[in-house]
Each structure stands twice: as structure tokens, then as C-alpha cells.
């Protein structure tokens, strides 16, 4: 069964640092992965998709990579802001279904 | 983009009522919808899986008799947590999913169970 570990499980940064999320999941046979965003007590709000052909996706201070090979991705956010403050989910989509992993508590400190 | 709106999105109730959740696609036909349970500081677990005018699917451990699934129609699901107790307290999110499209979620559903 596919396992999606993200770390770290929280990270507390000073507004304006670059950070790296990182997940790892255990199967590579995926179709794609995808890095949401979840604000406390809401719903999930997609930031980056890759597809499991591509190696990077980015969007505006995002940007997302993707090693199926080795089973890790990572999402690097530049010159964080306190806005940025939120969980991130790593999910990847492979048998018909998401495998969501664990999340990264972000704090970004004014 | 794709909106999918869940309804109520936060209810509390006593032990033993039976509390229904609504996920329903504003704009766009939702042919599969999925149903995931959040507990604090975990990660999504999908519960069921159900496609428009079929039974759903549901993942190993979770009670079909306890959680109740209908998707009757293109836009809309419900899941009902039937004599729901304090352990069934819990985020509850939707997703759906047109034909050859990603999931769109919804914005979830807090239930506690007093």
C-alpha cells in the first residue's frame, strides 16, 4: 500500500527566508503528484500538479520537483510571507485514489 | 475554475442523531465523488468512493452501515453518519470528479458529536 511521509512536520520561519517541504512516498507507479494547501478548520487548495512524466511545475513563488524514481518531490516557497502561514499536504494520485500525507505545519513570523 | 460546495460546514449534535452531509459540484458534472475523514493533525483518509447511480466503494474499515452514501445525481452526494457518537467526530471533506478531470474538493465539514 502507498505511504506518503512529509517532513518536516511543522517548520517556523522569519518572513522573507526560502524554504524546502519535502515528501517521500513508497511507491513510484504514481499518475501524478500534487502539493495542496490547507488553512485551519478549511478545505484544500491546490497549488502544483506534476504529472509523473514531468520533473517540475511552478507557479509564481512555488515551485515543485519530482523524482519517481526515488519517491521524493519537494516544494520550495521563496521569500516567504506571513499569508503563507498554513498546512501543505503532498498527495499522490495512483490506483484511482489520493494517498495524502501528514502535512507540514508552516509558520511564517512576521 | 470547479466549485464543490459541502454543506453544513460545521455542525454539532448529541450522541445518537444521525447527521447527513451535502457535496455537491456547482458547475461542472461530478460522475465520482469521494468522501475522506480528517482526524486533528492527520492526514486525509478516503472513505468511500461513489459514482453517480451506483453503490459506493468503501476503504477497509469503514462501516457502509454507519456511514450512509447516496449519489443520486450528477451534482450531488450525501453521506450520513447514522447514530453518530463522540469517536465519529471528526473533519470531513468531499471531492468530485468530472470525466477525465482532476478532483475538486470541498471545503469540509466539522462534526462533533457531544
Known amino acids: 500500500k502507498q505511504e506518503v511521509t512529509q517532513i518536516p512536520a511543522a517548520l517556523s520561519v522569519p518572513e522573507g527566508e526560502n524554504l524546502v517541504l519535502n515528501c517521500s512516498f513508497t511507491?513510484?507507479?504514481?499518475?501524478?503528484l500534487q502539493w495542496f494547501r490547507q488553512d485551519p478548520g478549511k478545505g484544500l487548495t491546490s497549488l502544483l500538479l506534476i504529472q509523473s512524466s514531468q520533473r517540475e511545475q511552478t507557479s509564481g513563488r512555488l515551485n515543485a520537483s519530482l523524482d519517481k524514481s526515488s519517491g521524493r518531490s519537494t516544494l520550495y516557497i521563496a521569500a516567504s510571507q506571513p499569508g503563507d502561514s498554513a498546512t501543505y499536504l503532498c498527495a499522490v494520485y495512483g490506483g484511482n485514489q489520493f494517498y495524502f500525507g501528514t502535512g507540514t505545519s508552516l509558520t511564517v513570523i512576521p | 475554475g470547479a466549485v464543490v460546495s459541502q454543506h453544513p460546514s460545521w455542525v454539532i449534535c448529541k450522541s445518537g442523531t444521525s447527521v447527513k452531509i451535502e457535496c455537491r459540484s456547482l458547475d461542472f458534472q461530478a460522475t465520482t465523488m469521494f468522501w475522506y475523514r480528517q482526524f486533528p493533525k492527520q492526514s486525509l483518509m478516503l472513505m468511500a468512493t461513489?459514482?453517480?447511480?451506483?453503490?459506493?466503494?468503501?476503504e477497509q474499515g469503514v462501516e457502509k452501515d454507519k456511514f450512509l452514501i447516496n449519489h443520486a445525481s450528477l451534482t450531488l452526494s450525501t453521506l450520513t453518519v447514522t447514530s453518530a457518537h463522540p469517536e465519529d467526530s471528526s473533519f470531513y471533506i468531499c471531492?468530485?470528479?468530472?470525466?477525465?478531470?482532476?478532483?475538486?474538493f470541498g471545503d469540509g465539514t466539522r462534526l462533533s458529536i457531544l
Open positions: 471531492s468530485a470528479q468530472g470525466s477525465n478531470q482532476p478532483q475538486h
Open positions: 461513489s459514482n453517480e447511480g451506483s453503490k459506493a466503494t468503501y
Open positions: 511507491d513510484s507507479a504514481i499518475y501524478n
